[in-house]
């Protein structure tokens, strides 16, 4: 695993640039995410400085560095944390075992219904939100 990737449309450190296909998706979905977000974000408020946090890198201070940035130039990127030697799950059915490079098949049909749901479930909010930045106190 590389250091992160900064110049690249989407910062990361796993060598996105190695599987092209993967690379043109990403890179395409991200103008169609910002349209979306001019369309149903915070009414009104696409001109305005955001304080998000944004993950930078994967050492302790990446993972939580905060700033105001406009969401139009917000930058999101794919990191993994560095591979550790002896390194155990520390919760759950898989507790003390080793932890796992690549997700094991009996597990991937899971991890994929709660990323799509998850994906579903976040434009949701924003969408159900987007007149709540007018009506706020």
Do not use: C
Not at 34 to 44: C, I, N, S, T, Y
Not at 88 to 106: A, H, L, R, T, Y
Not at 111 to 137: F, H, Y
């Amino acid at each position: 695993m590389s250091a992160a990737v900064s110049n690249d449309k989407i910062p990361n450190n796993v060598n996105l640039s190695s599987d092209k296909r993967l690379q043109r998706a990403l890179e395409q979905w991200l103008p169609n995410y910002l349209d979306w977000w001019k369309a149903v974000g915070p009414e009104g408020y696409q001109g305005h400085d955001v304080y998000l946090r944004t993950a930078i890198s994967v050492d302790t201070d990446g993972w939580a560095h905060f700033d105001y940035v406009k969401m139009p130039d917000y930058r999101w990127g794919i990191f993994l944390t560095p591979p550790e030697a002896d390194k155990k799950i520390g919760f759950g059915d898989s507790f003390g075992q080793p932890v796992w490079n690549e997700v094991p098949g009996e597990f991937r049909n899971m991890l994929r219904r709660i990323i799509v749901t998850q994906g579903d479930t976040e434009p949701a909010s924003v969408e159900q939100q987007r007149l709540l930045v007018i009506t706020a106190p």
